[in-house]
């Protein structure tokens, strides 16, 4: 009987089962996407009717991610390094496998579950808050209420240079691990307190990858508290 009434107790307060992870895409009209690649969710997001906003920074990815969403109605693309502060150069490392390991930061445990891929070239660039990129682009927050972020291991400076559009994202899923998968990368942890911080809790993760010597990379998803309660 009692562990009857604790399970009805705790039920709300349990992790959505990963099947559930994209559930939240049903309730918004736009989603802000920064990490792109060549937008390989573009499908996925037109089957949904969804206003897209595309960021992504190697030159030669975005020229592939710019054809890929030509023609795909409300789906914009923008080149650009987004980070916690603007007019800043980064050394941006550029992962062989078509450049979606690749990221500001060195790699550390990485090769313990991907070790087929290296770091093969440098590029310099310039980064920008995704703040003064949508004053820069003359976006309007409210088109957009959920945001994606897959910027490996940076995810942590692109949510602080968003914090003036928080308010306006219902819902915000981040990539982390709780390792270090890239040198100095945010964790769930680290993560989970600036979410909590903003008013933003957890609802759901996934995990996707598992480290053998302990640790694994998380697909986690966040709704904002107030919305929630409305």
């Known amino acids: 009987m009692i562990s009857a009434v604790l399970n009805l107790l705790l039920r709300p307060f349990r992790k959505a089962p990963a099947p559930r ?4 895409m049903a309730k918004v009209s736009g989603v802000v996407h920064v990490g792109a690649n060549v937008g390989q969710e573009r499908d996925r ?14 030159p030669e990815v975005f020229a592939r991610l710019a054809e890929n969403v030509r023609g795909y109605d409300g789906q914009v693309a923008v080149q650009a390094l987004v980070t916690d502060v603007d007019d800043k150069e980064y050394a941006f490392h550029i992962a062989s496998n078509e450049g979606v390991s ?21 590029i ?10 949508f004053a820069r682009e003359g976006l309007n927050p409210r088109d957009y209420q959920a945001l994606i ?14 914090v003036p559009l928080l308010p306006h994202f219902t819902y915000i899923k981040v990539e982390a691990s709780d390792f270090e998968v890239y040198k100095g990368c945010c964790t769930v942890a680290d993560i ?12 759901a993760r996934a995990t996707f990858a598992t480290r053998a010597a302990g640790g694994s990379c998380f697909d986690l998803v966040y709704q904002r508290i107030a919305a929630a309660q409305a």
């Open 149 to 162: 972020l897959d910027t490996q291991g940076s995810e942590l400076l692109v949510l602080r240079g968003s």
């Open 45 to 58: 997001y037109r089957g949904r009717g969804l206003k897209v906003l595309w960021v992504e920074p190697i």
């Open 124 to 133: 310099r660039l310039t980064s920008v808050t995704l703040a003064t990129l």
């Open 192 to 203: 989970d307190a600036f979410m909590r911080e903003h008013g933003f809790r957890e609802i």
């Open 102 to 122: 690749s990221s500001i930061l060195e790699l550390a445990q990485h090769k313990d579950i991907w070790p087929e891929i290296d770091f093969t070239s440098t």
């Open 21 to 24: 992870l994209n559930s939240f």
